[in-house]
């Protein structure tokens, strides 16, 4: 499985942005996509995640409320819309996947990575 995450920037404070994660190769439709994120100098950190069959989202306390994970099965791409950013969001979003039957918010349950796409929160 091979991911390409696009749509980072650079937004104000209470902005959105939509990042995008295009899958290929194998098939994925046992898996479980995630996003996660790494800021400077802090351990990479879970985000959210959705089963590409099933379409069950999981979210960090962080995240509920104001992100949303969704997969377009057509398009073979998962989204993460994040509303109401604040300045700790900023952070290296990745997309990862890894097959069904692992905790989601785990690191070690994925196991094909994104290239990271940079979000930052500033005024």
């Known amino acids: 499985v091979q991911l390409q995450a696009s749509g980072g920037g650079s937004v104000q404070p209470g902005g959105a942005l939509r990042l995008s994660c295009a899958v290929s190769g194998g098939s994925f439709s046992n898996y479980v996509m995630g996003w996660f994120r790494q800021a400077p100098g802090k351990e990479r950190e879970f985000v959210a995640a959705?089963?590409?069959?099933?379409?069950?989202?999981f979210y960090s306390d962080s995240a509920k409320g104001r992100f949303t994970i969704a997969r377009d099965m057509s398009k073979n791409t998962v989204y993460l819309q994040m509303n109401r950013l604040r300045p700790e969001d900023t952070a290296v979003y990745y997309c990862?996947?890894?097959?069904?039957?692992?905790?989601?918010?785990?690191?070690?349950?994925?196991?094909?990575w994104g290239q990271g796409t940079q979000v930052t929160v500033s005024s």
């Open positions: 959705i089963s590409w069959s099933s379409d069950s989202p």
């Open positions: 990862a996947a890894g097959p069904h039957g692992n905790i989601v918010s785990t690191i070690t349950s994925y196991d094909s």
